[in-house]
């Protein structure tokens, strides 16, 4: 959706802009609930690598964690949505047009190949990193189910989970305090330092 574009939802809301020109939140309330979502993750477990995606209880437990993680994330923050009386819609859902659809697919697709590319590159100069988890699981796949599975995870669960979190809440703050520019470099950042 485009920045600072007025949506009209189709169930007859009034008018806002997102984002939120005026967020009713902070950098430090979203850091806040990434801590939180951490402090719930680590007594269940579910901040370890797995070491046995070489099977497929492993592989089942790893797609349950990444779909308990991505309703974990959607439920703190309709909380938090809810505890600052501002509707959910404000951390960036909203009905989606088909153009946006087909828009968001062309470039995900450039984008899939540009990063592809870089990543060759980085790999050749930087030297190739140990795989992560997913990427293991994905190569120890048996069953098209368990593709399915693991590319619903990869491909919806994982960005909406992090959309949600950066560029829902962190960025709108950001923004609102140091300009768009600005804002997005320092929300890539904090993204990136989050994923090592």
């Not at 007594?43 to 797995?50: A, F």
């Not at 349950?64 to 309709?78: H, K, M, Q």
């Not at 949505?81 to 153009?99: C, T």
Request: charged share 15%.
């Amino acid at each position: 959706m485009k920045e600072g574009k007025t949506v009209t939802p189709d169930t007859g809301a009034k008018t806002m802009r997102l984002p939120p020109r005026h967020p009713k939140w902070n950098v430090w309330q979203v850091l806040f609930l990434i801590l939180l979502i951490y402090a719930i993750e680590f007594p269940l477990g579910w901040l370890e690598s797995p070491n046995d995606l070489g099977r497929l209880m492993g592989r089942l437990r790893f797609i349950g964690v990444g779909l308990g993680e991505g309703l974990l994330y959607v439920v703190v923050v309709a909380v938090f949505m809810r505890a600052m009386k501002r509707p959910f819609s404000e951390a960036g859902y909203v009905p989606v047009r088909k153009r946006f659809l087909l828009l968001g697919f062309i470039c995900g697709i450039f984008l899939f190949v540009a990063v592809g590319l870089l990543g060759g590159v980085l790999a050749d100069w930087l030297g190739h990193p140990e795989p992560q988890s997913f990427t293991i699981a994905v190569n120890e796949v048996d069953a098209l189910w368990e593709f399915a599975l693991l590319l619903f995870l990869g491909t919806v669960v994982a960005p909406l989970k992090e959309e949600l979190i950066f560029r829902g809440l962190l960025y709108p703050p950001l923004r609102y305090s140091y300009g768009r520019l600005r804002g997005i470099l320092l929300t890539s950042v904090l993204f990136a330092s989050l994923h090592l």
